[in-house]
């Protein structure tokens, strides 16, 4: 069985992925479609790492949450090419709060 | 928090249950220790990987933004049309690896991308197309390293702290309710025995009373 990465995001996203050499990559614009892509390649026994752009993810945080507790496949957000999401929470931050029972400066 | 009164209950307040009590309070304290030093292992660990993550966010969002640019350039030149065209008839000459590997007993994630051997380094087309869109590429091959470099230490940074979570309820449950349950009981049985002791030798004195006075009377 071969593994593989797939890519949810926008249009240039996609084909800037697709030209580096990840084929699985699937165009979104909204949850659901974004939700759809994610569930199914959550299900896709292939795939161990899904990129998702932080503009997608954030909206369909919940399903993000629901896959993350299984160990594959892996999650990872990036910024899309308009940037790093300035309100988004860095999912990390809770994370710490939660193992360490304190707010971290910085994270 | 309220100290515990709770008692393990069904216990006999026996000798050989103190006995096999002590024993399980001096277990129980030691498992005690061993959770509280991999917690702290782990935290220390945990640590260790956050800023790694950190690092490595930065320096995924730096470089992706200059593929982005690399990129729009590309569509300026070339037209979206075309780079979609040479997006949708990319080929993969990538392969990607995934191994586990473990840290203080908690297995993390170790992804790879290797090139595949003998073939092209450029996914798409080469026919027609100029330097730009090999340069936007190439710089997205290079984020892309570094994004599944920041994938694994997310996800052991996840890992991690699950796993911290864990051992912090175990130690807990230990130092506040297990623990407390043994010294409880062991308290309650070195009660009852003393109590029972002391019962003994009010009956002892009871008898010698008795037969002391029975003694004299039959002298008498």
């Known amino acids: 069985m071969t593994t593989k990465i797939a890519v949810i995001g926008d249009a240039d996203t996609v084909v800037g992925f697709r030209l580096a050499g990840i084929l699985k990559a699937t165009i979104s614009s909204d949850s659901t479609t974004a939700r759809t892509a994610l569930s199914g390649y959550a299900q896709d026994q292939e795939v161990f790492l899904v990129i998702i752009t932080e503009r997608l993810a954030e909206q369909i945080r919940d399903t993000i949450e629901e896959i993350s507790a299984k160990p594959y496949p892996v999650i990872v957000e990036i910024p899309d090419k308009r940037g790093r999401l300035e309100e988004r929470e860095n999912p990390l931050r809770r994370l710490v709060k939660r193992a360490i029972g304190v707010e971290l400066e910085g994270f | ?220």
Do not use: C, W
Request: hydrophobic fraction near 40%; charged fraction near 35%; aromatic fraction near 4%.
């Open chain 2, 1 to 220: 928090m309220a100290e515990s009164t709770e008692i393990i209950h069904g216990i006999k307040p026996t000798r050989m249950e103190l006995i096999a009590l002590k024993e399980r309070r001096k277990l129980a304290a030691r498992g005690y220790e061993l959770l509280r030093e991999k917690r702290d292992a782990l935290v220390r660990e945990f640590f260790a990987i956050l800023s790694e993550a950190k690092k490595l966010r930065e320096e995924v969002e730096t470089t992706l933004s200059e593929a982005f640019s690399s990129l729009m350039e590309a569509k300026l030149v070339e037209g979206e049309m075309k780079l979609e065209g040479l997006a949708l008839g990319a080929q993969s000459f990538l392969d990607f690896e995934v191994t586990t590997r473990n840290t203080m007993g908690v297995p993390v994630p170790i992804f790879r991308i290797t090139q595949q051997e003998d073939q092209p380094r450029i996914h798409y087309s080469l026919a027609g197309t100029s330097s730009v869109v090999d340069a936007a590429a190439q710089k997205i091959r290079e984020t892309l390293d570094k994004i599944v470099r920041l994938a694994e230490v997310e996800a052991s940074v996840k890992r991690l702290a699950a796993e911290i979570e864990k051992t912090k309820r175990r130690v807990n449950a230990l130092n506040f309710v297990v623990l407390p349950r043994i010294n409880n009981t062991i308290r309650y049985i070195e009660l009852a025995l003393e109590e029972a002791e002391r019962e003994d030798l009010f009956r002892l004195k009871r008898v010698k009373a008795l037969l002391e006075s029975k003694t004299t009377s039959e002298l008498g």
